[in-house]
């Protein structure tokens, strides 16, 4: 890593601030080729982390911007390397050609989250602290936010640090007596370390358990809309949204395909899917439309099953309902309340809300019903899992943690118990890189944007 790179970290759009960002061992004699600094002096003589204004010019000293620099040298800095920031007038014209002054003068190109992986590298930060980086970038409601910036500061390298160091305790006493008979090391005895096995099992299990909701938080919650034909499914999308995104008419099957938009309830991101009217019918068309809403109806996370409270019960209604009841999370939704009185529904065991898509009443209740299936997850912010690469190690942690339990309880040795508590110890590594490989950790990077 003595290459230097530079990359714009703001982006390739028009803004009021556009920064370019320097790491390497040449970023701060980079800065001084091309910023000369109001004071007169050079900026590998300004002291770190302090704003200067000055002149940011070409290599034949022509002005491209009145602008802003900083250094930061290694190994106190974010990467754990020298940098430099230029924070320019946003033009992009004026970023690209300061860009391809420094790539002139021996920079290249940063890759897709190349400065944080140095930071990564440079033990500046663990690996789950790093993928918080790109989490809290993508983060679409506060709760994602704040469970990211947790995770940034540490919070899940902390409960996994805990549960490694407790477990490394234990190999190293047995190792320790083995290796050192003649020491006066206390004996090692197995069941004295119980408590300690049962209690970081547990942890992982209470870790493992967040994924659920962490996923959902990441990714948003697949919410289907279904109901039969005209039974206000587009009408009720366009009112939760706010805007007329699907055609509404009173013609049936005018929604041939799934329409799929985001929308913030809370602490909660839905991926509504506003589906076909589910019927049988003759038409090709239709019937692929049919087709889609079935398979939107059965990946969806949340079902919300709309029933027409204009028009009489029907066995169509019946199968809706029923198909939600199957869901992971199923509500039902009487529809143009404004028309006529909903009409009398067998109890289904799910939530049930009348409203009205033209005057919004009921959609508030709505809201509230859906954000009560989805209740945040009592632990604190920062020690939810969120994608599948930390689950699956914290999963393979935990299993082998069980089978150190059950070995235990068998009788077996010692060395059979702590060769399942040392596995646990591998997967913990890979999560917060202590032992992950390098095809992994590019992996981790690749979804990173250029600039961070």
Known sequence: MSDTIAAIATGAQVAAIGIIRLSGERA???????????????????????????RLCTREGELLDLCLCTVSRGPGSYTGEDTAEFQCHGSPVVLRAALEELFALGARQAGPGEFTKRAFLNGRMELCSAEAVADIIDAETIEAAKNAAGQLSGAIGAKIGGIYSALSDISSHYHAVLDYPDEDIEP???????NALAAASESLRELLRSFDRGRLMSAGIPAAIVGRPNAGKSSLLNALLGYDRAIVTDIPGTTRDTI??????GGLCLRLIDTAGIRDTGDRVEQLGVERSRAALESAELVIAVVDGSAPYSTEDEEIIAAARRAPQGIVVISKNDLNPAPCLPASGLPTVTVSSVTGLGLEALEEAISALFPLPRVPAGEILTNARQADAVRRALESMNAAGEAMALGMTPDIVLTETEEAMAALG????????????????QRFCVGK
Do not use: C, H, W
Request: aromatic share 10%.
């Open 28 to 54: 701060i004699a980079l800065a001084d080729a091309l910023f000369q600094p109001s004071f007169g002096g050079r900026m590998s003589a300004a002291p770190d982390r302090k704003l200067v204004y000055g």
């Open 188 to 194: 090692f005895r197995m069941e004295n370390y119980k």
């Open 260 to 265: 799929e938009e985001k929308l913030r309830l």
């Open 430 to 445: 890979e999560l917060t890189g202590r032992t992950v490989r390098e095809d992994v950790t590019n992996r981790i990077f």
